[in-house]
């Protein structure tokens, strides 16, 4: 067998392994990376195969190839046992890179949920793709534990964490560890609406979130109101109006992804999508949601009350850390780690949306993996060094796409070409290039410039 590479998607984190090819995009297993066509292009975000980066690591190893785990703890954990919470692509990294390093460590991974595997960044372009809820599915959870040789509790909700006892109670019973990974991500931001159809509103955090949106969209619906015209909230509006859908979009901010765009491409961007047919209400809130008939009715804070059918809700993320923060650990608006990935209890890893390394929260798929890198090595007792750095934003959107690295300096000198139908803005700190904002044709150099800039 011929050794496979792996090569990885910065802007998404999808990673083309040449032992599994991309059968969606019609390559079959065993395609070599210089066999991909070169029209090719990323399922999630579609960057373009010049755009992957290989990964420095050894191929994943096939599960009949690997020595067996000591471990058949039916679940319960052991002193030797590294247990994981949750079950995203951050669990899955850790107990895929601790694997990689070592055969045979038992892992144990706990999750609240059916533990099934899918890209998450997927979830706001499926519908135009014509991807369904299972379609997304890569592998499930007994599946992907049996590839990686470790154990995996679904539909096990941790309760509490004794870092002293090394102990975690679950509402089926208790499980020991030796060393705890928190992976337990971030949910949507609730926001204060009053009226009778408040609980009707949807947050796609997950894929069961996501099968629910999507079984109420085979009733008769036609209007279609997110709330939020961020990353999240702006991606599922073009998806949505390409779908068919009537969409208006409600935020209290004067344009889309301020935190992420400089108003002039923005602008450009808010107007790319209102030919498509996105409606936007900036400067506004809705402050209630009520039922009347079959129809929904949105009052905005202005007084103005719209009709819909579904409302979506994309405010924000918020770290999860409620467990950590009853535990004991250190928690700010994520839990805190250092550059290991250790919160202020030793034994316990953070990663992913729920953890922050110097002040720093990137709820983005970029940092995952080298956060999940720097547990394994941990763990394995050859410790590195997790340095944290803007990560590389994909914005989804196919008719206006756009490619992100926001610069860690506040205050860059800035030089911006513009064209009739890009944007070209490069952030400098005095002659180095430290990010950029590229929109439509420009955004196809992203990825090279990123690796540029990041030293990769
Ligand atoms: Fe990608």
Same mark, same amino acid.
């Given at each position: 067998m011929p050794d496979y590479r792996r090569w990885i998607c910065d802007a998404c984190g999808y990673i083309y392994e040449e032992a599994k090819g991309d059968p969606d995009s019609g390559l079959p297993p065993g395609t070599l990376y210089e066999d991909i066509p070169q029209d090719w292009m990323c399922p999630l975000c579609g960057l373009t195969k010049a755009d992957l980066r290989l990964l420095p690591d050894q191929p994943v190893k096939t599960a009949a190839s690997r020595a067996p785990?000591?471990?058949?703890? *039916?679940?319960?954990?052991?002193?030797?046992t590294l247990v994981i919470v949750g079950a995203g692509i951050a669990a899955w990294s850790v107990a895929e890179e601790v694997r990689n390093l070592d055969a045979e460590r038992p892992i144990l991974i706990v999750t609240a949920c059916e533990g099934i595997s899918y890209p998450k960044p997927a979830l706001s372009t499926a519908f135009a793709h014509g991807k369904s809820a299972d379609d997304l599915i890569d592998n499930d959870a007994q599946g992907k534990a049996a590839e990686l040789n470790i154990e995996i509790r679904t539909q096990t909700r941790v309760i509490k964490i004794d870092p002293v006892k090394k102990r975690l109670t679950t509402a089926r019973g208790g499980i020991q560890y030796g060393q705890l990974v928190l992976a337990l991500g971030a949910r949507q931001r609730e926001l204060p609406i009053s009226g009778n159809a408040a609980d009707k509103i949807f947050r796609i955090n997950d894929l069961a979130a996501y099968r629910k949106f999507r079984q109420q969209l085979q *009733?008769?619906?036609?209007h279609i109101t997110i709330l939020g015209a961020g990353l999240i909230g702006t991606e599922f509006s073009e998806d949505l109006t390409a779908g068919g859908y009537s969409v208006t979009v409600v935020d209290p901010a004067p344009y889309p992804m301020p935190s992420l765009l400089p108003e002039q491409v923005a602008r450009r961007l808010e107007s790319r999508l209102s030919q498509n047919g996105v409606q936007w209400l900036f400067g506004k809130t809705v402050e209630s949601l009520d039922s009347g008939g079959d129809k929904l009715r949105a009052t905005l804070s202005d007084g103005v009350a719209i009709e819909t059918d579904l409302v979506l809700s994309a405010a924000g993320l918020v770290a999860n850390t409620q467990l950590a923060e009853k535990a004991g650990l250190a928690v700010n608006r994520g839990i805190v780690v250092d550059h290991q990935m250790r919160s202020s209890v030793a034994s316990i890893y953070a990663l992913g949306d729920c953890a922050e390394v110097d002040g720093r929260?990137?709820?983005?798929?970029?940092?995952i993996r080298r956060q999940a890198t720097t547990i394994a090595q941990d763990v394995v007792g050859q410790p590195s060094h997790y340095q944290p750095r803007s990560p590389l934003v994909?914005?989804?959107?196919?008719s206006f796409p756009l490619t992100v690295c926001l610069p860690a300096n506040t205050n860059p000198n800035l030089i911006s070409s513009v064209s009739d139908n890009d944007d070209r803005i490069e952030y400098y700190d005095g002659t180095q290039v430290v990010g950029f904002v590229l929109s439509n044709e420009?955004?196809?150099s992203g990825a090279g410039l990123y690796q540029k800039i990041a030293g990769l």
């Amino acid at each position: 067998m011929p050794d496979y590479r792996r090569w990885i998607c910065d802007a998404c984190g999808y990673i083309y392994e040449e032992a599994k090819g991309d059968p969606d995009s019609g390559l079959p297993p065993g395609t070599l990376y210089e066999d991909i066509p070169q029209d090719w292009m990323c399922p999630l975000c579609g960057l373009t195969k010049a755009d992957l980066r290989l990964l420095p690591d050894q191929p994943v190893k096939t599960a009949a190839s690997r020595a067996p785990a000591r471990n058949a703890s *039916a679940g319960k954990g052991s002193a030797d046992t590294l247990v994981i919470v949750g079950a995203g692509i951050a669990a899955w990294s850790v107990a895929e890179e601790v694997r990689n390093l070592d055969a045979e460590r038992p892992i144990l991974i706990v999750t609240a949920c059916e533990g099934i595997s899918y890209p998450k960044p997927a979830l706001s372009t499926a519908f135009a793709h014509g991807k369904s809820a299972d379609d997304l599915i890569d592998n499930d959870a007994q599946g992907k534990a049996a590839e990686l040789n470790i154990e995996i509790r679904t539909q096990t909700r941790v309760i509490k964490i004794d870092p002293v006892k090394k102990r975690l109670t679950t509402a089926r019973g208790g499980i020991q560890y030796g060393q705890l990974v928190l992976a337990l991500g971030a949910r949507q931001r609730e926001l204060p609406i009053s009226g009778n159809a408040a609980d009707k509103i949807f947050r796609i955090n997950d894929l069961a979130a996501y099968r629910k949106f999507r079984q109420q969209l085979q *009733a008769p619906v036609r209007h279609i109101t997110i709330l939020g015209a961020g990353l999240i909230g702006t991606e599922f509006s073009e998806d949505l109006t390409a779908g068919g859908y009537s969409v208006t979009v409600v935020d209290p901010a004067p344009y889309p992804m301020p935190s992420l765009l400089p108003e002039q491409v923005a602008r450009r961007l808010e107007s790319r999508l209102s030919q498509n047919g996105v409606q936007w209400l900036f400067g506004k809130t809705v402050e209630s949601l009520d039922s009347g008939g079959d129809k929904l009715r949105a009052t905005l804070s202005d007084g103005v009350a719209i009709e819909t059918d579904l409302v979506l809700s994309a405010a924000g993320l918020v770290a999860n850390t409620q467990l950590a923060e009853k535990a004991g650990l250190a928690v700010n608006r994520g839990i805190v780690v250092d550059h290991q990935m250790r919160s202020s209890v030793a034994s316990i890893y953070a990663l992913g949306d729920c953890a922050e390394v110097d002040g720093r929260l990137d709820a983005y798929i970029e940092p995952i993996r080298r956060q999940a890198t720097t547990i394994a090595q941990d763990v394995v007792g050859q410790p590195s060094h997790y340095q944290p750095r803007s990560p590389l934003v994909r914005v989804k959107t196919p008719s206006f796409p756009l490619t992100v690295c926001l610069p860690a300096n506040t205050n860059p000198n800035l030089i911006s070409s513009v064209s009739d139908n890009d944007d070209r803005i490069e952030y400098y700190d005095g002659t180095q290039v430290v990010g950029f904002v590229l929109s439509n044709e420009q955004s196809r150099s992203g990825a090279g410039l990123y690796q540029k800039i990041a030293g990769l």
